[in-house]
């Protein structure tokens, strides 16, 4: 259902993490006054983790270069500690080596701060509802990533041994298989022809009803069925 005011429930809470003081209170300045609502900032690992856990913000904008705790260990015992919390890579490093690292210790997406303004502002928007956000050229990468991990042994099987337990509806599978493709939230919404909302729905569901956490691990689990090959 539509809001009637049609406005946003609540802004989105963005915390900014960069040791770099101008770079820091820059990006919290525009995503301020772009409506987000800027819960935190820190200027090292060890008070970006401290305040994560204080704050919990939707959103995690990170750098990762930090003095005290590297960026890919703060993405680690933030998402451990709540899942919920999403991690957005804001790096000046476009190394495949860095991009990987990130994305496997739980980060949801990764943009190089060359981005506009703009995209920076889309990027935490999509981010904040767990769509992957990529600068172009990395997506590619990324997936390859999750195939090669899918490649790999996942860990004991479901317990009651029923291969394909638990149940999804057809649309969830139709879903779970563009994702797997690598398509974003907004892609399937168009070819499915349904909102992006209710693609945001079923991915929720799927996550709950397969106990998965994010959408790595979603996108793992569709590989190994081989639903990105049908």
Request: with cysteine; hydrophobic share 40%.
């Amino acid at each position: 259902m539509t809001d009637s005011t049609g406005n946003h429930e609540d802004p989105i809470r963005v915390m900014v993490v960069d040791d770099h003081p101008m770079w820091r209170d820059a990006v919290a300045r525009d995503l301020s006054e772009s409506g987000f609502g800027v819960v935190a900032t820190a200027g090292d690992g060890d008070q970006a983790v401290r305040r994560a856990k204080a704050v919990v913000p939707d959103v995690l904008v990170l750098d990762l270069n930090l003095p005290g705790k590297p960026g890919v260990q703060v993405c680690k015992e933030v998402v451990a500690a709540n899942p919920a919390v999403r991690v957005l890579v804001l790096s000046a490093s476009g190394e495949h080596a860095d991009v990987l690292e990130a994305v496997k210790s739980g980060a949801t997406g990764y943009l190089l701060k060359s981005a506009s303004t703009e995209d920076l502002r889309d990027a935490v928007r999509r981010t904040a509802v767990g769509d992957p956000v990529f600068t172009p050229g990395l997506a590619g990468l990324v997936l390859g990533e999750y195939r090669r991990l899918a490649s790999e042994p996942a860990g004991p099987a479901p317990a009651d041994g029923e291969p394909g337990a638990p149940r999804l509806t057809d649309r969830e599978t139709e879903v779970l298989r563009l994702v797997a493709k690598g398509l974003s939230y907004k892609q399937i919404a168009e070819r499915l022809v349904i909102s992006h909302r209710t693609v945001q729905n079923h991915v929720q569901n799927t996550l709950g009803k397969l106990q998965l956490h994010n959408r790595v691990e979603l996108v793992r689990y569709a590989i190994e069925r081989g639903l990105d090959d049908v």
